[in-house]
């Protein structure tokens, strides 16, 4: 699909620094040719999620063979199916647990965008976040993460994003709430290197760095699933962009991600506090950096800033672009919002997303671009 690259633009009056700080750009389909950049469209509807709980604990007296066995011979062990919780969905003796015409591997009963059998499989992984396998019967996001030397994100900042994506206000199969979000950590010391906001230059910088915790194993690894997080020193064409999310050319699914321009925001933070009341706590610059992460990877799942997907206009929505201190607070420490709608920040004092946000998040269409639903609003 041809696109034309529209960067969703935070226009502000009062504080630039602080709107770019959360700013992403998403290329969008367009009608014309040229030179314009194509959209990722990527792999959806086949995928399923499947846990990878095989703790023994979990699991009733007969249930199969618990040592690793696969009675039924569907490539999901009996110790996985079981632990998923429900059999009328993965029955360790069926390879079509609900005689749909899909075997147990195959279905996305989460509609997560991953199938069974790729969560099953990326459960030998170990992630930061939710450290916790994938579950076939709940939502999860898979991200690899590479960082410039000294600019990563912590564990702890990568546990605070994670609970704002457990706080997902989405109900799950197995009657939990919430996305899990699994990161590796996979290349920590890349050379430090300043983009000039050419597309080329994100583009192959991505593909350059693509996963390297490929295991060979079977079943597969789900790589083409994870999005692909770049935490990164600066665009100098921009240079108060706190973040990116760039599909890549093509629908070319390896040169597609997030950058996290992590010395903009350490330069522009901490800010915001107030020493007379109402009384704010600084806004730290690990605070902005999560909130950014958080941010951009709900861009990946189609979000926008602006009402129709995703509901920027509401300044508690970690989607929201803060256009001054006030709704800086308001966004990153929950100033003044106790309503469960919009995410009770004032409860957690952190990033959350709205219920329309999280109603609005397409799973199957991570990090794609062909819905009108991306149409910029320029704030
Ligand atoms: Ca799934
Ligand atoms: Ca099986
Ligand atoms: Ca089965
Ligand atoms: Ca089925
Ligand atoms: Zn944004």
């Not at 469960?340 to 990033?351: F, M, N, Y």
């Amino acid at each position: 699909m041809k696109t034309t690259p529209r960067p969703q633009t935070c226009l502000a009056a009062a504080l630039l620094l602080l709107l770019n700080a959360c700013t992403g750009t998403i290329y969008l389909p367009s009608g014309d040719g040229g030179q314009d950049a194509d959209a990722a469209v990527l792999p959806d509807g086949s995928d399923e999620s499947a846990d990878g709980d095989t703790s023994p604990g979990d699991q009733p007296a007969d249930n199969g063979d618990q040592s690793g066995g696969d009675s039924d011979g569907d490539g999901l062990p009996d110790s996985w199916e079981v632990s998923a919780g429900n059999p009328d969905l993965l029955d360790p003796h069926s390879p079509d647990s609900n005689a749909n015409g899909v075997p147990d591997a195959a279905e996305d009963y989460d509609g997560d965008g991953l199938t069974n059998i790729q969560e099953y499989a990326a459960g030998r992984l170990s992630f930061l976040g939710d450290i916790s396998p994938p579950h076939p019967l709940r939502r999860d996001l898979l991200v690899e993460l590479d960082c410039m030397t000294d600019r990563c994100l912590s564990a702890a900042q990568l546990a605070d994003a994670a609970a704002a994506w457990a706080d997902v206000m989405l109900d799950n199969p197995d009657g939990s709430a919430g996305v899990g979000l699994h990161v590796v950590l996979d290349e920590t010391g890349l050379t430090p290197q300043r983009f000039d906001g050419s597309f080329e230059q994100r583009w192959n910088y991505f593909a350059a760095h693509g996963p390297h915790f490929d295991d060979g194993g079977s079943p597969p690894l789900p790589l083409d699933r994870f999005v692909h997080v770049l935490v990164v020193q600066i665009r100098d064409d921009l240079p108060d962009r706190g973040g990116d999310t760039v599909a890549g050319p093509g629908g070319q699914r390896e040169r597609a991600g997030v950058f996290i321009y992590h010395d903009v925001i350490y330069n522009l933070f901490p800010a915001c506090g107030r020493t007379s009341p109402p009384l704010w706590p600084e806004i730290t610059p690990e605070e902005m950096a999560t909130s950014t992460f958080v941010h951009e990877l709900g861009h990946t799942l189609q979000l926008g800033h602006d009402t129709e997907v995703g509901g920027g206009v509401n300044p508690y929505n970690v989607m929201a672009v803060p256009q001054s201190c006030v709704e800086a607070q308001m966004r990153t420490h929950g100033v003044d919002n106790d309503d469960p709608t919009l995410g009770a920040t004032a409860q957690v004092g952190a990033a959350r997303f709205s219920a329309a946000a999280a109603a609005l998040m397409d799973f199957e269409n991570i990090l794609s671009v062909d819905t009108d639903a991306l149409e910029p609003t320029e704030m």
